[in-house]
C-alpha cells in the first residue's frame, strides 16, 4: 500500500484564515518531502520541501513543519486566498527522487 | 510555467490501440519521471530515466514502455490500451535528486 497518506480529504476555510493540511507517512527512511499543489486541469506545483534533518521550513505564507516522531508532516498557509483552492499532496521520495505521494486533500476558500 | 512540456494535451483512442506521449524536461535537467493519475489510484510513479538510462521503476504495467533520447526528451509508449488506462500522464524533471517539476499532462481517453 501507500507509504504517505493524508486523512482528510477536504478543507473549507473562509479567505484571511489560516489553513493547516496534515500527512502521515509510515516510511521512517524517508529523508526528504515535498508538499505539491494541483489546480483542476494542471500538474502539480511544488510548494516547498524539507529533509529529515529539520523540523520546519517557512516560505513565503507557507510553512512546513515534519514530526520525525510520530511521522506526520503539515502544511500550514498563512492568510489563505481564493486562489489558494487547489488539491493539496504530501509527496516522500522513495530514493533518486521518485516521489510516493498520499492521496490529496482538496482546499476550498471561500471569499 | 514549470519548464517540461508534454505533448499532446488530449488524446482520445480505442481499446487494442497503442500511443506514444511525449516530454521534453526542463533546460539541462538529466532527470525525467513519469506519472499516472488517476481518481482511484491518485499520482502514480511508473518510471524514470537518468541521462538516457533506465533508473528507476515504479508501477508500470509490462504494456507500457519508455525511453529517454540523447537530447534528453522521453516517450511514454502505452500499448494494448484498455479503458483502464485512461488517466491524466505527468511527466516531470529534475535537475538532482531533489524536487521535480511537472508538466501540464496528457489526458488519455480509452473509448
Known amino acids: 500500500g501507500e507509504s504517505v497518506g493524508l486523512h482528510l480529504p477536504t478543507l473549507s476555510v473562509q479567505e484571511g484564515d489560516n489553513s493547516i493540511i496534515n500527512c502521515a507517512y509510515s516510511?521512517?527512511?524517508?529523508?526528504?518531502f515535498i508538499w505539491y499543489k494541483q489546480e483542476s486541469g494542471k500538474g502539480p506545483q511544488f510548494i516547498i520541501d524539507?529533509?529529515?534533518?529539520?523540523d520546519k521550513r517557512q516560505g513565503q505564507r507557507v510553512t512546513v513543519l515534519l514530526n520525525k516522531t510520530v511521522k506526520h508532516l503539515s502544511l500550514q498557509i498563512a492568510a489563505t486566498q481564493p486562489g489558494d483552492s487547489a488539491v493539496y499532496f504530501c509527496?516522500?521520495?522513495?530514493?533518486?527522487?521518485?516521489?510516493?505521494f498520499g492521496k490529496g486533500t482538496m482546499l476550498l476558500v471561500s471569499p | 510555467d514549470s519548464g517540461v512540456t508534454q505533448t499532446p494535451k488530449h488524446l482520445i483512442t480505442a481499446t487494442g490501440q497503442r500511443v506514444t506521449l511525449r516530454c521534453s524536461p526542463r533546460?539541462?535537467?538529466?532527470?525525467v519521471y513519469w506519472y499516472q493519475q488517476s481518481l482511484d489510484q491518485g499520482l502514480q510513479f511508473l518510471i524514470q530515466?537518468?541521462?538516457?538510462?533506465?533508473?528507476a521503476k515504479g508501477n508500470i504495467l509490462e504494456r507500457f514502455s519508455a525511453q529517454q533520447f540523447p537530447d534528453l526528451h522521453s516517450e511514454l509508449n502505452l500499448s494494448s490500451l484498455e479503458l483502464g488506462d485512461s488517466a491524466l500522464y505527468f511527466c516531470?524533471?529534475?535537475?538532482?535528486?531533489?524536487?521535480?517539476?511537472f508538466g501540464q499532462g496528457t489526458r488519455l481517453t480509452v473509448v
Open positions: 516531470a524533471s529534475s535537475p538532482r535528486d531533489t524536487e521535480a517539476f
Open positions: 516510511n521512517s527512511a524517508s529523508d526528504y
Open positions: 524539507i529533509r529529515s534533518n529539520m
Open positions: 509527496a516522500e521520495n522513495s530514493g533518486y527522487s521518485t516521489l510516493t
Open positions: 533546460s539541462g535537467d538529466l532527470s
Open positions: 530515466y537518468y541521462n538516457g538510462e533506465e533508473r
